[in-house]
């Protein structure tokens, strides 16, 4: 079982963004998966809290936006897009397939960050003065 | 308290990705092809790598192996009866090898005083296939003891690899192996894929695989 490797490294590039911005704590992390990244949702989600610790991501929700497998279909000159169980042959003519356009995502997107009103503030301040 | 987005947009293994990339760089620079092997527990690496080195050293490569394992060293003693230098890596609880991991391991060995180096990864079907590790191959074993749909079980790992291996091929008749429904699993998942039908056992098929690594080193040292 990887995912508990995984869930470590999502939480502290969550938290190190986290901190650079001087948030109080992170809210939401999303998170875009891809259907043939080789990770078990259910397993990431029950890995997420374990690596969060004591960390600024401790208690926040993890939010999974899934990525479908898509090819490229060198015969029809056509994106594809594949459903499970992944059979790398183009849907429409059947052809083999051999690039993969997406689906092995493991990608944090954003993170949703709570900051003070003193923290937003001073940003606030820095940008409308730099 | 408010609520802001901080746009991030970074793969989450990040880290191994680059430092695999570095690797990458660092293999090429020195010549030397990097074969990442990959499989179920049991399905033959270690017997494909003995029966491998020991041919390629007979034909004057110089090779070196990295050998993965949660734990014990047996397999890298095998390893090292070929003469070949081999360096163990146990990795405790972890089901993959990871770049850093591999980096560690290859302090001291100067690359450049390699042909090839295999990398034999933790037993894992799942686990090894999201980590990058710089090789320039990377090949998985089914052997004809498991199930013929295997490939198909598994495609993240399966489609991950460049080539494939069906190994312990002398024992296809005694387990009524189906070779035509392994090969049209593999080519299902991974179309892109040489395959060799091998034994390391009787030595089948070793030689055509090894001529097939000898030709990608070649092409590695062209683009060079």
Same mark, same amino acid.
């Given at each position: 079982m990887h995912e508990l490797s995984i869930a470590y490294s999502l939480v502290e590039i969550a938290d190190e963004a986290a901190r650079k911005a001087g948030a109080a704590r992170v809210r939401t992390v999303h998170l875009r998966l891809g259907a043939m990244a080789g990770v078990v949702e259910?397993?990431?989600?029950?890995?997420?809290?374990?690596?969060?610790?004591?960390?600024?991501?401790?208690?926040? *929700?993890?939010?999974? *936006?899934?990525?479908?497998?898509?090819?490229? #279909?060198?015969? #029809?000159?056509q994106s594809r897009v594949l459903a499970a169980p992944f059979v790398f042959r183009c849907p429409v003519c059947e052809q083999p397939v051999f690039t993969l356009l997406q689906g092995r995502e493991i990608q944090i997107e954003s993170i949703e960050i709570e900051e003070s009103e003193a923290e937003s503030e001073k940003r606030l301040y820095e940008t409308a003065h730099s | 308290?408010?609520?802001?987005? &901080?746009?991030? +947009?970074?793969?989450? &293994?990040?880290?191994?990705?680059?430092? =695999?990339?570095?690797?990458?760089?660092?293999?090429?620079?020195?010549?030397? @092809?990097?074969? !990442? @092997?990959?499989?179920?527990?049991?399905?033959?690496?270690? =017997?494909?790598?003995?029966?491998?080195? +020991?041919?390629?050293?007979?034909? $004057?490569?110089?090779?070196?192996?990295?050998? $993965?394992?949660?734990?014990?060293? !047996? %397999?890298?003693? +095998?390893?090292?009866?070929?003469? =070949?230098?081999?360096?163990?890596?146990?990795? $405790?609880?972890?089901?993959?090898?990871?770049?850093?991991?591999?980096?560690?391991? &290859?302090?001291?060995?100067? @690359?450049?005083?390699? %042909?090839?180096?295999?990398?034999? !990864?933790?037993?894992?079907?799942?686990?090894?296939?999201?980590?990058?590790?710089?090789?320039?191959? +990377?090949?998985?074993? @089914?052997?004809?003891?498991? $199930?013929?749909?295997?490939p198909r079980k598994y495609p993240p790992l399966f489609h991950s690899a460049d080539l494939a291996l069906l190994t312990k091929i002398d024992l296809a008749a005694a387990v009524e192996f189906d070779r035509n429904a392994a090969l049209a699993s593999l080519q299902a998942v991974a179309p892109h894929a040489a395959i060799f039908e091998t034994s390391a056992r009787t030595g089948a098929g070793i030689d055509d695989w090894i001529e097939y690594l000898a030709a990608r080193r070649r092409d590695l040292n062209r683009n060079a």
């Open positions: 259910d397993a990431l989600r029950f890995s997420f809290p374990i690596a969060a610790g004591d960390t600024l991501v401790a208690g926040a *929700e993890l939010a999974i *936006e899934p990525v479908a497998v898509q090819v490229f #279909c060198d015969v #029809c000159a | 308290m408010k609520p802001r987005i &901080l746009e991030l +947009r970074q793969a989450v &293994l990040d880290k191994n990705d680059q430092l =695999a990339h570095a690797l990458r760089g660092q293999f090429e620079a020195a010549g030397v @092809l990097v074969v !990442n @092997l990959v499989s179920s527990p049991g399905a033959g690496k270690t =017997a494909l790598l003995e029966e491998t080195l +020991r041919r390629m050293q007979a034909r $004057g490569w110089r090779v070196a192996a990295i050998v $993965g394992d949660l734990a014990t060293e !047996n %397999d890298a003693r +095998r390893l090292a009866r070929s003469g =070949a230098p081999v360096r163990q890596i146990e990795t $405790g609880a972890l089901c993959h090898l990871e770049a850093d991991l591999v980096a560690r391991r &290859l302090e001291g060995w100067r @690359l450049d005083e390699f %042909d090839f180096l295999f990398i034999e !990864n933790v037993g894992n079907l799942v686990c090894p296939s999201d980590y990058d590790l710089g090789e320039a191959v +990377r090949a998985v074993l @089914l052997a004809v003891t498991e $199930g013929e749909d295997k």
